[in-house]
């Protein structure tokens, strides 16, 4: 079978597309609800959305070991298998799920009295919220065996843009609330949409082994997506307990960028997974195995991602002054972030690698390194009085940290040589490297480094000139991408 078939390629290019416009979607939502509300009520919102954020493990790993084995199973073509996971699968998703959201809702009833009524309502519908994702998920998880990417595609298009239209009808009526009613209703609608397109076929059923073996394999997963999403929490929380909810107001703004550029490497790793899987299980677990469906994917994504970060630092300060000119404190902040994103997108294939292995030990170290460089670094630039800015300095660095940690191990189990480990290291490093010279080089000239506001009509000159003398300082980049990388993708 060839790397990456026609099938492949175009379930990676349709997901990316469609990824792309329901991001679009979210972006424009994000901008239009911080115009609508004020700072410090877009930091209510950003506050109760964490719930959201730190949810989506409640199923405790039963999501995470369905998928894995159900791809095994496939394989197999073992359908008594097949069927039973599913069925114990789903039963234990929904057992937890409703438990966890049932606590969180009765909880608020008994702190009402010590939180806001934004805080105590933006909880309750976002723990509903996450209950609904879950069920999403399920429905995902189900479709991507199949490799029914078309699907997936489309509710999460229904899902953006429906949350677009709701929220700009739902704020200009009844502001916060509306807001967060948005994303209630959406969610829904991605639902309904979903249960038309998949036959679950399912049975309420608990087999004890089943249930182990569920939970032995997706529990250990489900916890490193737990402290991922702490990771990811961590500056939020850090911004909360120190600073103001208008200061997370003004940080929490520029994450739509991040997830933005991010989007085509969750892309193909959520394809590439599968594969990975199966040609593991194949192959009587040998994980040189799915060597090429780590390599390719990640060096096309350190130049592409390399290459829109530069594009994005360019662009922010005059989004932020002609789009969100109350947000423009944040323009450091987004700048600091933009880079960080490169490293967290390496992550992501690179991550997938190790819990195909699961080395499961690997990663809850890399984590714990992470966090505790996290916290410190916060802790103390927070202190130092650098605000918002030394948050996205440390969020930043221990990106860097997570990353490299993760990367080395990873090419170690392809590599036996520290230093063919450490070339193919700096391999994907460079292009950022390349890209933040460029940048530094271009805003020590006068002409491109240009930092008051000079009208509309002058500013789209002066963006268009950098972008396209970016592009061509670029170049490079590409026609030094691996020629034999092309070829494989191509065939």
């Known amino acids: 079978m060839k790397l990456f078939n026609k099938k492949i390629v175009n379930d990676s290019a ?128 189900l479709l991507r065996v199949d490799y029914r990417f078309i699907e997936i595609s489309t509710s999460e298009i229904i899902l953006g ?41 399912f049975i309420f059923k608990l087999n004890k082994p089943i249930v182990k073996r569920l939970l032995s394999v997706g529990a250990p997963i489900s916890f490193f997506y737990f402290n991922a999403e702490i990771l990811g929490g961590l500056d939020k929380l850090m911004i909360i307990s120190f600073l103001s909810m208008k200061q997370l107001g003004y940080y929490a703004i520029a994450f739509p960028f991040f997830t933005l550029i991010t989007r085509i490497p969750r892309s193909i790793s959520y394809i590439v997974y599968p594969k990975m ?51 423009t404190e944040a323009i450091t902040v987004a700048k600091i972030l933009s880079f960080a994103i490169f490293f967290s997108s390496l992550r992501m294939l690179s991550n997938r690698v190790l819990i195909t292995q699961k080395s499961f030990k690997v990663l809850f170290i890399v984590q714990g390194i992470a966090i505790v460089a996290n916290i410190l670094l916060n802790f103390t630039l927070i202190k130092m009085g650098y605000g918002i800015k030394g948050v996205a300095i440390a969020t930043g660095i221990s990106y860097i940290i997570s990353c490299f940690l993760s990367l080395h191990y990873t090419l170690s189990q392809f590599y036996k040589s520290l230093f063919k480990i450490l070339i193919n290291q700096l391999k994907l490093y460079w292009p950022i490297l390349y890209v933040g010279l460029i940048l530094l080089g271009m805003s020590s000239i006068k002409f491109f480094h240009a930092d008051v506001i000079r009208g509309l009509s002058t500013d789209i000159i002066q963006l268009t000139i950098n972008l396209f003398v970016f592009s061509l300082f670029t170049i490079p980049l590409f026609i030094l991408i691996n020629r034999k990388l092309i070829k494989k993708i191509m065939a």
């Open 14 to 141: 349709f997901l990316t597309a469609a990824g792309y416009l329901n991001q679009f979607f979210h972006f424009i939502r994000g901008f239009l609800i911080a115009r609508l509300l004020d700072p410090t009520l877009f930091g209510y919102l950003s506050g109760a959305r964490l719930i959201s954020q730190l949810t989506p493990q409640m199923h405790f790993g039963a999501l995470h070991g369905m998928s894995r084995d159900l791809s095994i199973y496939k394989g197999a073509n073992d359908k008594e298998n097949f069927q039973m996971t599913k069925n114990n699968g789903i039963s234990l998703i929904v057992i937890f799920s409703t438990s966890i959201v049932l606590g969180i809702i009765i909880y608020t009833f008994f702190v009402q009295a010590k939180y806001s009524p934004y805080t105590i309502w933006g909880i309750r519908v976002f723990a509903i919220v996450a209950f609904i994702q879950q069920s999403i998920s399920i429905c995902h998880a």
């Open 277 to 327: 899987l199966e040609a593991y299980g194949s192959s009587n677990k040998e994980i040189r195995s799915i060597k090429r469906y780590f390599e390719i994917p990640i060096q096309l994504n350190a130049v592409f991602i390399a290459f829109a970060i530069g594009m994005l630092f360019l662009s922010i300060k005059y989004i932020f002054f002609y789009l969100l000119p109350r947000y």
């Open 161 to 201: 843009f429906s949350s677009l239209i709701l929220a700009v009808l739902l704020v200009i009526w009844i502001g916060f609330y509306g807001a967060i009613l948005s994303f209630f209703i959406a969610h829904l609608l991605s639902l309904g949409y979903l249960t038309k397109k998949i036959r679950f076929n």
